[in-house]
């Protein structure tokens, strides 16, 4: 079968299998989501005209045409939380908002908080400077979803005239906004108390109660279990289950609090056929009517928990990730980090041309392939390494199960192993040691090895998916345009889906490969093989030693710092490292005597322990130091003059900076990202400097070139799963993120735009 039509059939059944997958459901990821508006408001008062000192309300009310549906400001576990805001000229106080009780559905994925038709209402008191006439503008963001999947999110808007006046009721002002409106005027009072992870809501009514349902606003409660009722003295309580936040599918709004006793609980609590605001101090009583209608919360904003403005270059459901991994990966052929090892592939195709072509076909099939299933293995190890926490609280027997169910999604980074620093050092040795091969120093003959006719001969299939192996090892600390939105995304998806999303990263990958395998006549483009191969060859061979150099600087940055004299010394043993190939090349070839490949063999083996003995890592006595910078009484340096002055990062020094009325600039980097290199010598220049310098930033660098867990969970709230990331945090604003890729061009524009400077 052509492989182009093979593909055709595999992708094409994939994709129905995922749809399938999430047929049926009410909520789920974006697959086959519409794309025409869906999400319409309106906007109600409960008055005709408003009276002085005397309060009405407002209402949004927004219609979104069935099957779909939007979420309320906690979505549970699915889905993106709904926005509401209130905007109101001077002379107006504003309370709330208050918003309508959500469905609640149980699925596949967990628990939803959802509406059809929803609801929102704030308090508005007219001051005695409060204007003769006003407008009243509400807007509502939402992301409108079905079983099918998810449309990009829409913000609507609507607009009220009201003149001053009587402050009669309005005859409009029925039904659902009614409802909305009392929300605290329901007789109950109540209170809560915590022991661990449990929580007890207390509260009365009249009459019996049967249900009760209490509706988190923060996700401080967790969505998917159980809340019981039971009857006490003086009333009723409800025992929920506090959200650990292990869980990356419904994490908490404010993880600062994890680990400690909460302080407040806020929502709505449904009991009976009734209904109103929690919002309580624990261990305090609080009468339900000081909620809702008459809260103490003054905000004409509702917002959902805190994300980046970068949020919206993320693609929504599956379908969206799958296309981003896949253009990704395509340009990920062009990365410096990947481009040196395509000389390998280059020359099988250069070997091969004029060739057969079910040679061609075979060869580009077998790199495709290995290239699969290296993505495959790294995605597995990554399931396995982020669950190993809950895998050693649970039976062998439900391994598999709690794979399934991958609870530690949010705990996974892509390239967590290129912060190893023995994994650094073995692909360094292997650039070296295909660096030296394709010179021509050495060659693995059929003889020597079975394992050497597969790695080295380059008409040998398992040499093609040895190539497709080393060209995913050494993609892997690379970012690329497209992978720096997508990847968190593809990190955070249950196991299966992960895998599945990573697949699309491995085929645009190994697209152009899969075209040369569709198209074998494509070779015949290529010159007839012949002596110019070998200068060909060694030319190529200086790509592999640059890729061995930059992974060196990567490996000496992992030198514990009472190991830096040592460096001399680790060179000098990377030098007896690679004579042992020498000796090998001169010595052991099969027209060389029997003795003379006996003890060239015995040399070179002698050779290779004794440089790998002294290049290898060394175990660190104490904590590596903290590098060092210039400080200022503020522990923190100003951005000054034509050159940077980095910062090293932490977040309580980030955000003393932005407390202190700074903009914070960070450069979240590793030694082992060839993107964040170049980035570093290119994008900050003399004027890129000075609009620093005019904007008094404070540059901070975060190196996770070593594991560093408050690096990464910063990276996290960012949605960011892999570096490249540069960060601009500006005080009292949604952190604005960088495109991977940087330009003097690019961040001047960029921050003239973020800071409000000029050019």
Known sequence: MNIARFLTIAT??????????????????????????????SAKASVGRYKTDTPFYIALSAVIPEPFHAYFRNPATVGDPMTAELKAPEGFTIEGPYWQLPDRHEGMLGVAYSYNTPVIVWKVTPTATAPQQADFTVSATAQTCSDTGCNPHETREATINLSVGDGAASPEWTGEEKKVEVLGDTPATITATQSGETVVLNFTADGEVRTAYFFSDDNSINPTA????????????????RN????????????????????????????GDKHCTVNVNFAATTPASTTGAGTSEQTTTEQAPEQPSAQSD??????????????????LNLMPCVFPVIGLKIMSFVELGGGERRKVFMHSLIFVIGILVSFWVLAAALIVVSNLEVLADTHWSQWLQTLWNDAGSDTRSWAVWMQNEWIVYAIMLLLLVLGLSMFGLFEIGVGATSAGQGLQQKKGLLGSFFQGLLVTVVATPCSAPFLGAAMPAAMSLPGAWMILALTFMALGLAF??????????LVNILPRPGAWMESL????????????????????????????????????????????????????????????????????????????????????????ATPATTSTEEGYVIAAGEHPTWNPWSKALMEKALADGNAVYVDFTAKWCATCQANKKVAYTAEVCKLFEEGEVVLMRADKTRPNAEIDAEMRRLNRSSVPVNVLYVPDEEPAITTELLTPAYMESFLCEKLGLEK
Not at 229 to 237: A, E, N, R
């Open 226 to 241: 159980a809340q019981t009722l039971s009857k006490t003295d003086t009333g009723y309580s409800l025992t929920l289950q």
């Open 537 to 624: 060859k060694q030319g190529l061979s200086f790509l592999l030693f640059a890729a061995a150099a930059w992974m060196l600087d990567v490996y000496l940055a992992f030198l514990p710092e009472e190991y830096s004299v040592e460096q001399p010394w680790i060179l000098m043993s990377l030098v007896v490292f690679c004579s042992a190939f020498w000796v090998y090349g001169r010595w052991c070839p099969m027209y060389k005597s029997k003795t003379s490949r006996v003890v060239g063999f015995i040399i070179a083996i002698l050779l290779v322990a004794l440089g790998v003995w002294g290049s290898m890592p060394r175990p660190a006595t104490e904590a590596p």
């Open 512 to 521: 152009p490969y899969i075209i040369m395998g569709a198209f074998p006549s």
């Open 314 to 331: 993320v693609p929504t459901g599956i379908a969206g990730i799958c296309g981003y991994l896949f253009l990704g990966g395509l340009i």
């Open 244 to 271: 650990d936040n292990k869980d990356s599918m419904f994490p908490v709004a404010d993880e600062s609090l994890v680990g400690k006793d909460l302080t407040k609980l806020k929502g709505l609590l449904s009991f």
């Open 12 to 41: 094409t059944l994939l994709a129905g299998t995922v749809q399938a997958q999430f047929e049926g459901l009410p909520f789920g990821p974006a697959v086959g989501a519409q794309q025409e508006p869906l999400l319409s408001v």
